[in-house]
């Protein structure tokens, strides 16, 4: 008796089941017994550390600094304007 191999649609449902679950369903579990994570969120409640700082990417003043620098190099000093006689 041979077994034949799954068809392709079914081992892709089986697979997005697999990562839904491992990223949804074990890793929450696993995190919300996790001492380190546990500390990471007093830390972050504590001093009030909003989630976004970690990826730099809702915060205002980090935005302003983002183009305050790009606007450096795009605009860097040439110095004084030397006339010609």
Same mark, same amino acid.
């Given at each position: 008796? %041979?077994?034949?191999?799954?068809?392709?649609?079914? #081992?892709?449902?089986? %697979?997005?089941?697999?990562?839904?679950?491992?990223?949804?369903?074990?890793?929450?579990?696993?995190? %919300?017994? %996790? #001492?380190?994570?546990?500390?990471?969120?007093?830390?972050?409640?504590?001093?009030?550390?909003?989630?976004?700082?970690?990826?730099? *990417?809702?915060?205002?003043?980090? *935005?302003?600094?983002?183009?305050?620098?790009?606007?450096?190099?795009?605009?860097?000093?040439?110095? $004084?304007?030397?006339? #010609? $006689?």
């Amino acid at each position: 008796m %041979s077994r034949r191999p799954l068809p392709g649609y079914v #081992k892709l449902a089986l %697979s997005l089941f697999t990562l839904w679950l491992l990223l949804w369903v074990v890793t929450p579990f696993l995190v %919300s017994y %996790s #001492k380190v994570h546990q500390d990471f969120a007093a830390a972050q409640e504590k001093y009030d550390v909003p989630i976004g700082a970690l990826y730099y *990417n809702d915060i205002p003043f980090i *935005n302003e600094a983002a183009m305050e620098l790009r606007d450096t190099w795009r605009f860097l000093p040439r110095g $004084p304007k030397v006339e #010609k $006689p």
